[in-house]
């Protein structure tokens, strides 16, 4: 089962719940015998998992449930907590299209039943109005939508947008849809925006496929537009990254009644970014986005109680904001959390709508999320992996830089794909002014030049300077590629048909910036490695980790050890070769 979320306008730090189109409910909270949550046609996890399946009732009462289905028939009983709260593991129940219906009955006198349960995959989508884009308004939507009705055996439910709360709810209090058959109808109800999440449509149908078909997923759909990743985790997650401004509301309201369970699932997926993007007030952008991100998946993991939970996000697509700050999200920001086991990532950057921040070829990061959730989940031999920096070597004459990449296929390169982002001509980049991004290299007088891309066999490529600089230009500091809101990107893998990862990468050398051997205030007149020491300092100090922002062997394995040095390490050099900085990542 997958549940989705979403986030739209960002909004001030300090900003009331109605910044999200309602206040925070002041009436009491209410509750069901039977959580919300829960429901007939919906699925539960499958074996080796317990399901859980839970309810309110007064503490103290004890409530049964019958459990039919397969040729089966079994009777489990529990007793409710002091704070009202059953619970009810199931036996682990291998995936099967065979329905089961769950009766349940309280000693106090309280009945539910829900039926046509299966047992299958469940997994949780989140994110912004990115990952609430429904089925009508993508590309192709009319077909697309009339597959669903091949796809019984996938369910849906979609949670309400209308509460929000500063304190963590018991119970769901609203909800969109309940859980549905999915048909045609119920991917795409009603107009506009609809109900159900297109990314998470189409991610949980391509994992359905792989599996073969028979095994039931389960997807569950929970959005707010304009919501930051601050909203949708926990204060001790926020005061960890030295957060002061402490948000939680659509935690409280829409995740955490999941977790009362806790609901049993395989994994998460994830769409947001774009609300942090814009520096307010306070904020550090894509630098506080490396802190708060990973700490949200940890918490989610340990919340539901699957601390090696498959987690996947969607590299974030184009518009017309400001391409350093988007840059910065999609990498910095970002790709930080691939730090952390068991998490995939789908670029979207080549696939947008130009200046539109809602790009409607949602398939393309649909079925690439799925692929890493078939590799890191199941093992499938797939790939799912763009191509990404390794190494690099400059050369004075004439200015160039030859990259080795990771992860490139067999197949090798190609560097001929017209790029999708010119949406056929459509997208006119003089128009709009430095919002086009290409390949670039930085010369020694602090100048980013565009640069000509050509391969050098096998998994390697060249950058060379487009225009012949002052022949005391010297050998490039660094090199980056697709570094802005649009990113026109040629390169691809051309046995996998991945574009390669955006990035921006450090010359590693002794003629830069190098911290280890020169102090901040020299180091901040190039490339502004001063402020990201102090950044890195600043980080290492709000975690509270004991090892302090000295990391002794440059590796991360001896700082793993106190804390999680060895994580944050792996953020700093992130940090470090996406900003370009002509610097090494070596805090000493």
């Known amino acids: 089962m997958l549940l989705c979320l979403l986030a739209l306008p960002s909004h001030t730090a300090d900003a009331p719940p109605s910044a999200y189109g309602e206040p925070a409910s002041s009436a009491p909270p209410t509750t069901s015998f039977l959580s919300r949550t829960l429901g007939s046609g919906m699925v539960l996890q499958r ?53 089961h219906k769950l009766a349940f009955k309280a000693s106090t006198g309280e009945t539910a039943a829900i039926e046509n349960v299966l047992f299958g995959d469940v997994y949780l989508c989140g994110g912004q109005s990115n990952m609430q884009f429904s089925m009508p308004v993508i590309e192709n939507s009319t077909q697309e939508i009339a597959r669903a009705d091949g796809y019984p055996l996938v369910r849906l439910f979609t949670v309400g947008q209308k509460t929000s709360s500063k304190v963590p709810l018991p119970d769901l209090q609203t ?4 859980w549905s058959v999915a048909s045609a109808k119920t991917v795409a109800n009603s107009k506009g925006f609809g109900y159900f999440s297109a990314v998470c449509w189409i991610f949980g149908r391509e994992v359905f496929d792989a599996l073969g078909g028979q095994t039931p997923v389960g997807l569950i759909s929970s959005n707010w537009g304009g919501t930051p990743v601050e909203s949708w985790t926990t204060p001790e997650v926020l005061r960890s990254c030295n957060l002061s401004t402490v948000d939680s509301t659509l935690y409280n309201s829409m995740i955490h009644p999941y977790t009362v369970g806790p609901m049993a699932l395989v994994g998460f997926a994830w769409y947001q970014g774009e609300a942090n993007v814009d520096e307010r007030r306070g904020d550090e952008g894509a630098a506080r986005y490396a802190c708060t991100f990973p700490g949200m ?42 730090a952390l086991p068991k998490v995939g990532y789908a670029t979207n950057a080549d696939h947008g709508a130009g200046c539109n921040i809602h790009p409607p070829p949602k398939q393309y990061c649909g079925k690439r999320l799925a692929n890493s959730a078939l590799a890191l989940e199941y093992g499938r031999d797939v790939a799912w992996r763009s191509p990404s920096f390794a190494s690099q070597v400059a050369s004075a004459a004439p200015p160039s830089i030859k990259i080795s990449l990771s992860d490139v296929s067999a197949a090798g390169l190609r560097d001929d794909v017209y790029p999708f982002n010119y949406l056929g001509g459509a997208f006119n980049c003089s128009a709009q002014a430095g919002k086009c991004a290409w390949a670039e290299l930085l010369l020694a ?9 050509s391969l050098a066999g096998g998994s390697a490529l060249t950058l060379t300077a487009s ?14 590629y697709g570094w802005g809101a649009v990113p026109m990107l040629s390169l691809y893998d051309r046995g996998t048909g991945l574009p390669t990862c955006l990035a921006a990468n450090c010359r590693w050398s002794h003629e830069g910036c190098n911290i280890e051997q020169e102090d901040r205030a020299t180091c901040s007149a190039i490339g502004d490695c001063g402020k990201a ?55 000493h």
């Open 47 to 99: 074996a080796p998992q317990r399901a859980v399946v839970w309810g309110h009732v007064a503490a103290g009462t004890t409530v049964s449930t019958t459990m039919t289905g397969g040729g089966a028939h079994q009777l489990l009983t529990t007793v409710a907590g002091g704070d009202g709260i059953w619970r009810q593991a199931l036996p682990a129940v291998p995936a099967s299209p065979t329905p």
């Open 175 to 178: 909800v969109e849809q309940s």
């Open 533 to 587: 020491y102090e950044a890195c300092c600043a980080g290492f100090a709000a975690k509270g980790f004991p090892c302090g922002c000295h990391l002794q062997d440059g590796s991360g394995a001896a700082g793993a050890g106190c804390g999680d040095c060895g994580t944050a390490f792996s953020a700093c050099c992130l940090g470090f070769k996406a900003k370009g900085y002509p610097c090494k990542c070596d805090v």
């Open 297 to 338: 998946i940890r918490q989610w993991r340990r919340s539901f109680a699957r601390p090696a939970a498959y987690f996947g996000f969607v590299q974030l697509s184009t518009w017309c904001g400001n391409g350093e700050l988007i840059a910065e999200m999609r990498t910095v920001g970002q790709m930080a959390a691939l």
């Open 445 to 453: 007088d602090g100048s980013w030049v565009n640069a000509t891309l």
């Open 467 to 480: 225009a012949a600089p002052a022949a005391s230009a010297g050998a490039p500091l660094a090199s980056r």
